[in-house]
């Protein structure tokens, strides 16, 4: 199993783990990629060689996610890379579930009972893909409401608490809130990571946001404030004595310049994209980075790099359990959805960026399921059996079982 060693690799660098629990999570991490259907503790108990009890005693022992995911980034990442930041809503029952309440959904586009949690992701620019860090959980209103707080600035302080850690990794951060895209484009929040952290912000603006040219004209030198602005910016007519393009094909236009954000209260870069449907304009949306320097191409880039989040939430949903915990605790919901994202992550390693990139194709992660699941089958057939199964894994009709089921690319 090609995780098992690299998760292996990754918990060498953490000596802190105790014998047990590096015992307990490389059994884990395959065995969330190979059952079939739903991932919980009856089911772990099922297909594993632990009983229930143990599985639900062992998800309630903390384990350093933030670090383990760590070294696996800077293991098989390019190294050129952006923070990814986007809370995702969690389906979830129970009365007693820890910070139950009423979040948005991106996918039903409104307020749904159940979970969030604030997912960190590293997203790789040369490689275009993303690796998982941490998902924190979020409080529900009355959580927020008791301790004086509100949703963004425990968002801010999700990241703020991390930044030492993030820094190390990148200083761009991009941010999105599911359907809500402009949601960290908010004077108090960017204020907030500005302050407590060398991060600069990548993330959208609302489409009627108000902008003002700078006055790039020579002083007067009469008395008074000198003047400052040079007018507003009307995003479907850019003023190009103020914007330049930066980049144009038969998809978008790309603008760029320098203005102020009177939402913000600050200088902000500007990338302005026309998006094109036959060589007219389809639709217009405005990106901002607080760093003036970064052009406005790496600004659509990077931000672009969001989906990749998206897609580990996807495929964590779909194929190694992310809404299917039994558990209720603060504790042991952690580690469920950390399990379930991290092992995602090194799949995607060990079946997709171990590959050169002329000989990727599209990621499957039912495919991994399948190849899994296949292998532990077989390998119970030779136990119940009684069968060496040291004297077949080698034979190359037993690998090609391993494959049976999977999807052709």
Known sequence: MKTLALTSAILDKMPQIGKWQRTFILHLIPLFLSIRGRINFSQMARYGIFSLTTYRNNFDKPFDF??????????????????????????????????????????????????????????????????????????????????????????????????????????????????????????????????????????????????????????????????????????????????????????????????FAKALKRKIKLALVQYLDEGKIKTTKIYFSIDLDLSAWHIVWFYGLRFQIEFIYRDANQFTGLENSQARSEEKLHFHFNTALTTVSLAKSEYYLSLPKDKRKSFSMANVKTLYHNELLINKFFSVLGIDPNTHLNNPKIKELYYFGSIAA
């Open 66 to 259: 933030l670090a383990f995911n760590t070294h696996h980034v800077e293991m098989q990442s390019s190294g050129y890379n952006v923070i990814l930041f986007d809370p995702s809503h969690i389906n979830k029952s129970g009365k007693s579930t820890f910070q139950k309440g009423y979040f948005w959904s991106g996918c039903a586009k409104s307020m749904k009972e159940g979970l969030e949690i604030s997912g960190i992701a590293i997203g790789d620019v040369d490689n275009h893909t993303a690796f998982h860090l941490e998902a924190v959980q979020t409080p529900n209103k009355q959580s927020l409401e008791s301790d004086s707080s509100t949703l963004l600035k425990h968002y801010a302080q999700v990241i703020i608490e991390r930044k030492d850690t993030l820094q190390k990794l990148s200083n761009q951060i991009a941010l999105e809130r599911n359907a809500a895209r402009t949601y960290f484009s908010k004077k108090s929040f960017v204020d907030d990571i500005t302050e407590s952290t060398a991060l600069n912000i990548i993330s959208r603006l609302r489409s009627d946001s108000v902008l003002q040219y700078l006055y790039l004209g020579e002083k007067t030198g009469k008395r008074g404030r000198p003047k400052h602005y040079d007018g507003k910016v009307n995003i479907h007519k850019p003023d190009m004595n103020h914007f330049k393009i930066v980049h144009q094909d038969a998809e978008r236009i790309i603008f760029s310049a320098t203005v």
